[in-house]
């Protein structure tokens, strides 16, 4: 199985599917694969027609299935010192080295190797393949899956998610909030400040509320909390704007992100600084320039995995690793959003999360072949 488990990983690391570019080709490859194993397949495609989620299922069309989702998109390579061609996979001293290998490619590789053998063992549950575009940019692929699959009568019981978790079966995971918020104001001299609307001053107010609602969530950690940190998170992650010392800035963006463990910690930050900027910056900008704004843009809104008490998927993936514990995490998943769907989950893959996104990012031979592994007890209790 590992070799064969190889030579497929080899053909997906091959296909470049950053999140910029289509993942078409690479959707109809996984698509061939499992309809060559028996499995129904669709095909969705976004409203662009350049990218597209699969579905895919053995067994019957009734509730009660198990999900085995994974993201077909990878992060740029650009500016990254690579010591190899990295769409090129290489193996060498037990590790496999390309863009994908770990994040998350492994992971479907070795769920496209298992499928005849699941094929061959399903019995009345049904066994779902979820591959998507787009988790890298805000998991926008998932959101259209599970928007569609909620819309059906169809419900699956439980899903895994095949992130690097180095087979650690992990239950919960913070939020992922991200936002571009936009500051217009008005031109001018810079000896003259207070005849222009200087939209970097207005970003920077904007930034000191950020941190003080920093500040303010960490008195709001649950008790028990298992996340590290316990409380919800606010990043301010870049500002631009401006154009010289001494003009006045008419534009800047400010790119931030939040991270809730919990929905009301998202819902009060929105709050506030909605009101802030209404009833604070807006006035003091347009009594200079009526046309002055703030604009928010959600990049993503990424929900996080709730721990649960009772969770069916934890407790079928631990018995199938051996695993004693589950565990949090800070990275977020799309497991959030199969889970708003009523679904059991846990996210429990191969590889590292410290090797994504990086040069020389890789895949350790033993851990594919534990996943292999697991995936192979899976099919026995179909």
């Not at 699956?156 to 936002?179: D, Q, S």
């Not at 992650?237 to 939040?258: C, K, P, T």
Request: net charge negative.
């Amino acid at each position: 199985m590992l070799e064969s488990t190889l030579a497929t990983l080899t053909k997906l690391v091959g296909a470049p599917t950053v999140s910029t570019d289509s993942n078409l080709e690479l959707i109809f490859y996984l698509a061939n694969r499992l309809e060559s194993a028996g499995a129904r397949v669709e095909v969705m495609r976004d409203e662009s027609g350049e990218k597209a989620n699969l579905w895919a299922t053995l067994g019957p069309e009734a509730d009660g299935g198990i999900v085995l989702s994974g993201h077909t998109d990878v992060v740029p390579v650009t500016d990254q010192d690579w010591t190899h061609d990295p769409f090129d996979m290489v193996e060498r001293d037990g590790r496999l080295y390309g863009r994908g290998t770990c994040d998350m490619k492994g992971f479907l590789a070795a769920c496209l190797t298992m499928a005849p053998v699941f094929a061959e063992r399903i019995g009345g549950r049904p066994l779902h393949f979820a591959f998507t575009h787009d988790e890298e940019t805000g998991c926008i692929g998932a959101g259209h899956l599970v928007a569609a699959l909620r819309d059906r009568d169809l419900r699956p019981a439980m899903a895994i998610i095949g992130e690097p978790t180095e087979m650690r079966v992990i239950e919960g995971h913070k939020g992922c909030y991200e936002y571009t918020t936009e500051f217009r104001g008005r031109e001018g001299h810079g000896s003259a400040p207070d005849r222009g609307v200087n939209a970097v001053e207005y970003a920077a107010r904007y930034i000191a509320r950020l941190l003080a609602l920093r500040e303010l969530l960490k008195t709001r950690a649950p008790e028990g909390s298992r996340f590290d940190p316990p409380h919800t998170t606010i990043n301010v992650g870049a500002l631009q704007g401006g154009v010289a010392h001494n003009v006045i800035a008419s534009r800047a963006q400010l790119d931030w992100e939040m991270r809730p463990v919990v929905p009301a910690d998202a819902d009060y930050v929105k709050a506030d600084l909605a009101g802030y900027a209404r009833d604070i910056l807006l006035p003091a900008m347009r009594a200079v320039d009526p046309e002055a704004d703030i604009l928010t843009k959600v990049v993503g809104e990424i929900a996080g995995l709730e721990p649960m008490e009772m969770n069916a998927a934890r407790d079928l993936v631990a018995d199938l690793t051996g695993a004693n514990a589950a565990h949090t995490v800070p990275f977020g998943t799309e497991a959030g959003l199969f889970q708003s769907l009523g679904m059991d989950c846990i996210v429990c893959g191969p590889g590292s999360i410290e090797q994504a996104h990086k040069a020389d990012e890789y895949l350790a031979l033993d851990q594919l072949q534990a996943c292999l592994d697991m995936l192979d007890r899976l099919s026995q209790r179909l």
